[in-house]
């Protein structure tokens, strides 16, 4: 229950109920205008970069695959084949106080969803930060999510919160009522009391925002089960319309079963958050500096490259665009990356060059070749 103070239109009175909850509510009418948590149950966000302003990708992603494609910064995509395609994007169309959004676009429609095909946009919450949830026991607490979205089509949406383990489910639903409006909703969880919940640094949440999904993977709103499910019977499949658009931005899970305003961070707080999972490195300038060294041979550079903040796991390494590494006066062609030692906060790597050669033991400089394009992106995700 939850203490409700209600300005009664037509009457000119005012109705109080109270409770013990720690919960107030400000009503007009019978439509709630303004919740109030106690500071007992105010919570610090649970989603990272829920605001969408931080994307050190940087570009569009098209969701074809059911691998999983990340885009904005902690906020993935998963589709399935070209049955129905998706791109992913940050976008500037924001409600008050917000700046960003990310956007779903469908560039190809899938209207009759085969049985077992989802298609999302998701965040994976690590098993460390939902630690004082107590999920998989008796003292499980509920949570309450709250966003801001937006669509092209209207009716009934759904999505769903699970376990790492792909096996504990709870379908949740929420009504967009006008095309093209942003609309703001709140749904509180009952805490699960069965499962595995993982408290470490695997995958603790799934938080799913369905934009489609076939029959088996649909299921009524509010309770926990082991089947897959992954939106709501009936729902608004967002895929099924060609063109169709889909933004959300003000994502926010919190302990409890009230929604308090949206947990604002400073942009560089956000960044490392999100630097956890993710590092770009380059994209900045046309001769930004990458890692430094010794040549180990007369072409074999062995680099290292300072990461921000502690990673979750030891990263993988990709690389875009070309590279060159200073030896003595020469600038040589670099390319060849292989791993020597990934760790959560330093990563070594030897490289090959060409074009000229070195003396073993000198200095080495790498730095991108004149472009802006050239990355190496440094990945812990879940």
Known sequence: MTSKINALTGSGGVAIEGDSSGILEFQSNGTTVMTVTSASQTALNKIINGDMRVDQRDGTATINATSVTYNVDRWLGRGVASAGV???????????????SLKATVTTADSSIASGSSYRVQQMIEGNNIADL????SDAQSVTLSFWVRSSVTGTFGGSVANGDY?????????????????YKTVTITGDTSG???TNTSIGIRLNFSLGAGSTLLASAGSWGSSAKEGVTGQTNVIATNSATFYVTGVQLQTGSGASNFEYLQFG??????????YSLGGTAAYEFIAHGMFTGTTTPLLRAELPVKM???PTLSTSGTFLTKAGSSNLATASFSVDQSATQTYSFSATVSGGSSTIGYAALMFVNNSTAARFNFSAEM
Do not use: H, K
């Not at 107590?134 to 026991?137: E, L």
């Not at 709870?170 to 409006?181: E, G, K, L, P």
């Open 86 to 100: 998706f791109t992913l994007a940050q976008d500037t169309t924001s409600p008050a106080n917000f700046t960003n």
């Open 134 to 137: 107590n999920w998989g026991t």
């Open 167 to 183: 096996d504990r489910f709870n379908v949740f639903s929420y009504t967009i009522s006008v095309a093209d409006t942003w609309e």
């Open 312 to 314: 979750r796991s030891a």
């Open 269 to 278: 707080q956000q960044m490392l958050l999100c630097q956890r999972y993710f």
């Open 196 to 198: 595995t919940w993982y």
